[in-house]
RNA sequence: GCUGAAGUAGCUCAGUGGUAGAGCAGCUGAUUCGUAAUCAGCAGGUCGUGGGUUCAACUCCCACCUUCAGCUCCA
């Protein structure tokens, strides 16, 4: 008998006879690893555990802590989820049906049938039975021609068409209880490791994400070993949706959308505090970083988008309007307008590099059932800026741009993912300037210690880029920062020039960024972020003040004035009702501090102090608390 | 834009063809109170909008608007 040798991830290799499995080798370690396997690595890619292994192999036995075992799992539980629709819906028609980050979907035709909700229980229900059969999922290699011919027997079209791209290749089919699929794979050895199910939501998806096509029904579900891991998983999902900004804004009356004004929202007085504390950091922190603040027209003539191209690219987003023989729009990005302050006089080399910012206010028309909350809006608030560079100071100039954004991101505790996108097809431009400047991207990352994604061939049309992301409460992932080099758009359609040393007229470099991407969308982020609990800098309610009874209401005054004088947000709640009742309510509206006087502070001139979410944190002198809150402030503290 | 779901008092929600309901919030009065809800009373609605069916529509039908989930798009 031939023997492999199997290398694991500790470095030691174990010698084993040809076409072992990993369920086998999982046995050899430990019944334990035996019960907890559901995939196994070889040399990189995920496998059955009861595929056969055949030559010498670095191998790793995936467990449910593992992503591919994770994934093997939910995609496994996906044909199960198949095998129960077909069982009650006969004839229906599969199209794809993946694990996806946090569980999995299938997509499919079930003719003239609308899924209720009613419909999901039942398959829940039936998948449940068909887990505890606990069939085994068999692999099985066809050649070409049989896959066609069985599909065409079973008149699915959808799968013959993904078989049309996958000609004389050989084809695997997977065999679970009397579902029968062409899939990659892996899969778990038997379904009866899938224990706890819930389906979670039905939702069109048009077949191969092209809205020409058919719209299917995709059900979205989850599945987990446990009841009790399910049980958690449905538990994150409230608590999130527990925080959503919509929900947070409307309780907090931070803002509100009205069905008169789709896709902008009214700020409230509340969400004013914040949006102006958000806008008193930026410029405070720009004015220091050597920027000059602009403002262009919101209504501009067409002509200024033809010249840009934003006329024949991006003309459906952009509302316009005829007015006096001409065709005006509101404008959908700041960009262009800058140029325009950048070219009203002539520009020395020694003028560079020169930074406008611009807190522009845009109207984009994105398609009503793109709009949501504040993080799909039509209408823009940017803290928008654009640097014009010579070529030499790029390096810098994105440096220091990196070192803003980590700043900015530090100061509020989110975690930002880099991606870096390069060059995409058709892109205009000398490849070789594409080339230095993706490579100089790279370089102040790296320099910077930065983690980043690569997004080949993702860039915008006119130059590389970075992309900051961020998650939302409910896993979401959401764009907020960019740094984008444009070689291109503004300084080539807008012909920029400026005086090079000798004389020469040369064109400058342009980087359009954004670092909280727009307040709308950077509202709901942290107030998701935050639960609603600011921290005390950008808190609507910093102090509120509770006299005990009318008699102590003067010196709650006198307390009130002190903090006003110190220029805390303070407000006094003299109403007449009980202390735990105004406890109650500002502790909802999450106020960071509220100063409880009674008799005993009266006499002591001093404040008993409760923090948010902490509660009663003790008595002391009102000089102190002012010293204590003003220091949160100003050294903006994160208070969670 | 597409598919599905939803829209009833300021908010959260009940109400399946026969006189629109609750809790909270609001207002008035009483209560003067030490770290998450004091009590009582009052007021509040063109049931998203417009049509239709019916003796009668919040309820059934049609169209539209808005919101939500997802798809799609994102210079």
Redesign the pocket.
């Known amino acids: 008998m031939t023997t492999i040798a199997i290398k694991f991830p500790d470095g030691n290799t174990r010698e084993y006879p040809k076409g072992v499995s990993g369920l086998d080798i999982a046995k050899s370690i430990s019944n334990g690893l035996l019960r907890e396997a559901l995939a196994v690595e070889v040399n990189g890619e995920v496998w059955d555990l009861s595929r056969a292994i055949n030559t010498d192999a670095q191998v790793r036995i995936l467990k449910w802590n593992d992503i591919g075992g994770k994934d093997t799992y939910w995609h496994s539980t996906a044909h199960l989820m198949a095998e129960a629709v077909e069982s009650i819906f006969p004839g229906a028609k599969f199209g794809v049906g993946p694990s996806i980050d946090a569980g999995f979907y299938y997509d499919i035709d079930l003719g003239g049938h ?1 899924l ?1 909700p009613e419909d999901l229980s039942k398959i829940e229900q039936k998948m449940l039975e068909l887990a505890k059969g606990d069939s085994q999922i068999v692999r099985e290699e066809k050649n070409w021609e049989d896959a066609i011919t069985y599909f065409k027997k079973k008149n699915d079209s959808y799968k013959l068409e993904l078989l049309d791209e996958l000609k004389g290749q050989i084809i695997t089919f997977y065999h679970s209880g009397k579902f029968t699929d062409l899939c990659a794979g892996p899969h778990l050895p038997s379904i009866g490791k899938v224990k706890a199910i819930k389906l979670l ?6 077949w191969r ?3 020409k096509n058919k ?1 299917l ?2 059900i ?1 579900g989850i599945s987990f070993p446990t009841q009790k891991e399910l049980d958690e998983y449905l538990f994150r999902i409230e608590e999130a949706k527990r925080r959503d900004h ?2 947070l804004g ?2 907090l009356d931070l803002f509100v ?1 009205h ?1 008169i004004a ?2 902008a929202p009214f700020w409230l007085p509340n969400g004013m505090i914040v949006f102006r504390e958000l806008e008193k950091f930026l410029r405070y922190e720009l004015d220091g970083s050597g920027y000059q603040e602009i403002s262009t027209p919101i209504l501009v003539k067409k002509e200024l988008w033809e010249q ?3 006329w ?3 003309k459906e987003n952009m509302f316009y309007f005829e007015h006096d023989d001409a065709t005006f729009s509101l404008k ?2 700041n960009c262009p307008e800058s140029t325009y302050v950048y070219r009203h006089r002539m520009r020395s080399y020694k003028d560079l590099p020169l930074r406008y910012s611009e807190i522009g206010r845009l109207h984009r028309n ?8 504040m993080f799909r809006v039509r209408q823009i608030t940017m803290d928008d800026a654009h640097i014009y560079c010579r070529p030499d100071q790029i390096l810098d100039e994105i440096n220091s741009l990196i070192l803003l954004v980590e700043r900015f991101y530090s100061i509020f505790g989110l975690k930002p993912e880099y991606n870096l996108s390069t060059r995409p097809e058709g892109a205009m431009g000398d490849p070789k300037l594409w080339e230095e400047a993706e490579s100089g991207l790279m370089k102040a990352l790296e320099h910077n210690k930065i983690k980043y994604n690569l997004k080949p061939k993702d860039g ?3 130059g590389p880029k970075i992309d900051v992301q961020i998650q939302d409460a ?1 896993g ?1 992932e959401w764009q907020i920062a960019t740094i984008q080099l444009d070689f291109v ?1 503004l300084p080539e359609r807008f012909e920029l020039e400026y005086v090079a040393e000798d004389g020469s007229r040369k064109r400058p470099v342009a980087i359009h960024r954004a670092i909280f991407g727009s307040f709308e969308r950077f509202m709901g982020i942290i107030t998701e972020h935050f639960s609603g609990s600011f921290p005390t800098w950008l808190s609507p309610h910093q102090t509120i003040v509770l006299p ?4 102590h209401i003067e010196y709650a005054g006198k307390v009130y004035q002190a903090l006003k004088n110190a220029g805390v947000r303070v407000e006094l709640d003299d109403r ?6 105004k ?2 309510e500002w ?2 509206k999450k106020a960071s501090y ?1 100063l ?6 009266c006499n002591s001139n001093a404040v ?3 923090q948010h ?1 902490k ?2 944190i003790g ?1 002391m002198p009102l000089d102190k608390f002012v010293d204590k809150i003003l220091e949160e402030i100003n050294l903006k503290t994160l208070t969670i």
Do not use: C, W
């Open positions: 609308t209720s939501s039905v939702a069109g998806a048009y994400g092209d809205e719209m029904q995709r979205y919509r929900k409307k309780e959308f069905d789709p896709g840009s191209g934003h024949d690219h991006y959908p990005m994105e398609i009503s059932g793109a709009l949501g909350g915008a049309f006119y409910l979401r758009m005990i009874t009318d008699s007449n009702e009980k202390v735990n009742y406890i109650r502790e909802m509220m409880v006087v009674g008799d005993k502070e008993s102090v409760r979410k509660g009663d008595v």
